[in-house]
């Protein structure tokens, strides 16, 4: 009767000459597909070697190609629920706990962004997951700008893309471009098409032939931002970092404050700092630099927690020099 060995012997050479026969197989039906006919085995071995390479090679730029495309997508911003005391019509359940609302006014709160409706008591243990609906959102400026990201699925506001891709397209020589205000009533007539018809908005030469009105369109969406797009909590950190004088310390400080803007916030930022950088590319034209855009740019992408006027009006130096140095050291920031 045969031993182990010789039996476990015998399963491994059968698992080896599987193995080897699955093996030309693929290979005869990868030549065969390339349209490739083999002579004797020598050459199979020599044809399947650079065909095995250029197989992997393909593999290779598939799933590249397959990464960036991820990259590329829209980012999953979270964003807390905007809850609201809400007197209800008629019986409700709370959609956190099931159970019902009882009483004849004020029963709970409602989700301003997405209309989650919970127990005052629940609403604080409800997770992050607010994804606002256009039914609630029905406004462009003066939205905040994570619920109008989140609402409209996209990466940064739509005013903030379409106003710079205009001003990109035409406006860069302009001198004293985003120093020069358009005509007011015309950058109004601008923020009404944008809330009336969001990303179908007109902006073009069509419309509005001097380019100072677009500019004037974005500064006016930044500036009447609920929460700035440098925001109140991480506010005193770029300040701190504008009045150190080591430059290498103060852009490892300026990189920590950055951290601590909300994702939609520091996109968007990056965005228009890269924007701002094109902009000073065009100094000699439009006669802006980042200290001159600094200028225009620190009081509205950044505003004071502080109620103190004086307190408020002395940090006007240290917004400037904070836009300055994200302008001229976006490349390393961001």
């Excluded at 399947?48 to 598939?62: D, E, I, N, V």
């Amino acid at each position: 009767m045969p031993s182990k060995e010789s039996w476990s012997g015998r399963k491994t050479n059968r698992a080896t000459v599987h193995k080897s026969k699955q093996e030309g197989r693929q290979q005869d039906l990868l030549i065969a597909a390339l349209g490739m006919k083999l002579g004797s085995q020598k050459s199979s071995v020599t044809i399947w070697q650079p065909l095995k390479l250029f197989a992997y090679s393909q593999l290779t730029s598939l799933v590249r190609r397959a990464t960036l495309k991820e990259n590329e997508q829209i980012p999953k911003y979270e964003k807390v629920h905007n809850f609201k005391v809400h007197t209800f019509r008629g019986p409700h359940w709370c959609e956190y706990c099931a159970n019902f609302m009882w009483g004849l006014i004020a029963q709970g709160v409602k989700c301003a962004d997405c209309g989650l409706n919970v127990h005052k008591q629940c609403s604080k243990m409800v997770p992050n997951d607010c994804k606002p609906d256009l039914k609630h959102v029905k406004k462009v400026y003066s939205c905040d700008l994570t619920t109008l990201v989140k609402a409209h699925i996209t990466k940064r506001p739509m005013v903030v893309d379409m106003c710079i891709r205009e001003i990109e397209s035409r406006g860069l020589n302009s001198e004293g471009l985003y120093r020069v205000s358009g005509f007011s009533d015309l950058i109004e007539d601008v923020k009404m098409a944008f809330d009336r018809d969001g990303e179908k908005a007109d902006i073009s030469v069509n419309m509005y032939e001097d380019i100072n009105i677009i500019t004037g369109a974005l500064k006016l969406y930044f500036r009447d931002l609920p929460i700035p797009l440098i925001t109140y909590d991480a506010y005193p950190k770029f300040i701190e970092s504008a009045k150190i004088m080591d430059p290498d310390e103060q852009l490892e400080t300026l990189h920590e404050a950055l951290k601590l803007l909300p994702p939609a916030h520091c996109e968007t930022l990056r965005y228009l700092m890269a924007h701002l950088k094109r902009v000073t590319l065009h100094e000699k034209e439009n006669l802006m630099n980042a200290e001159n855009l600094g200028i225009v740019f620190g009081p509205t992408l950044m505003r004071s927690p502080e109620l103190d006027a004086m307190a408020a009006l002395n940090d006007i130096r240290y917004q400037r020099l904070v836009v300055e140095l994200l302008i001229k050291n976006e490349d390393i920031l961001f």
